[in-house]
C-alpha cells in the first residue's frame, strides 16, 4: 500500500516556476515507477512524466520536455516536479500516481497502469 501527499501548488505567472513535491509512505516506494499527470477543466488526465524506481530513466510529454524536470529522492520517499517556463496551457490540477511496472519504457504514460494516486495539487498560470 503507497499513499501519495502532492504540495507545491500555486498561482504564478507565465514564465515563473513552480516545484511539485508528492510525498510517498510506504516501504517499498523504492520499488515504484513515479509518474505526474494533469488534468485541465473539462479534459481528459495526461501524462506529464515519469521517472523508474531507480532515477535512471525519465520520461516527458512532448509539451513539456524541455520546461519540467522529475527527480526522486528515495531516501525521503519523495518525487519532484521542478517546473519552469510555464504557460496557461499548463494550468490544471496536478497528480502524483505510483505503479509497479515490469516495463515502465512502455507503459509509463498509461494512467491505468497507476495503482495509486494522490489527491491533486491545482497548479494556475496567469497569462
Known amino acids: 500500500q503507497v499513499q501519495l501527499v502532492e504540495s507545491g501548488g500555486g498561482l504564478v505567472q507565465a514564465g515563473g516556476s513552480l516545484r511539485l513535491s508528492c510525498a510517498a509512505s510506504?516501504?517499498?516506494?523504492?520499488?515504484?515507477?513515479m509518474g505526474w499527470f494533469r488534468q485541465a477543466p473539462g479534459k481528459e488526465r495526461d501524462f506529464v512524466a515519469a521517472?523508474?524506481?531507480?532515477?535512471?530513466?525519465?520520461y516527458y510529454a512532448d509539451s513539456v520536455k524541455g520546461r519540467f524536470t522529475i527527480s526522486r529522492d528515495n531516501a525521503k520517499n519523495t518525487v519532484y516536479l521542478q517546473m519552469n517556463s510555464l504557460k496557461p496551457e499548463d494550468t490544471a490540477v496536478y497528480y502524483c500516481?505510483?505503479?509497479?511496472?515490469?516495463?515502465?519504457?512502455?507503459?509509463?504514460?498509461?494512467?491505468?497502469?497507476?495503482?495509486?494516486w494522490g489527491q491533486g495539487t491545482q497548479v494556475t498560470v496567469s497569462s
Open positions: 510506504g516501504r517499498t516506494f523504492s520499488s515504484y515507477t
Open positions: 500516481a505510483a505503479a509497479l511496472l515490469s516495463r515502465p519504457e512502455l507503459y509509463y504514460s498509461n494512467s491505468h497502469r497507476y495503482t495509486y
Open positions: 521517472i523508474r524506481w531507480t532515477g535512471s530513466s525519465t
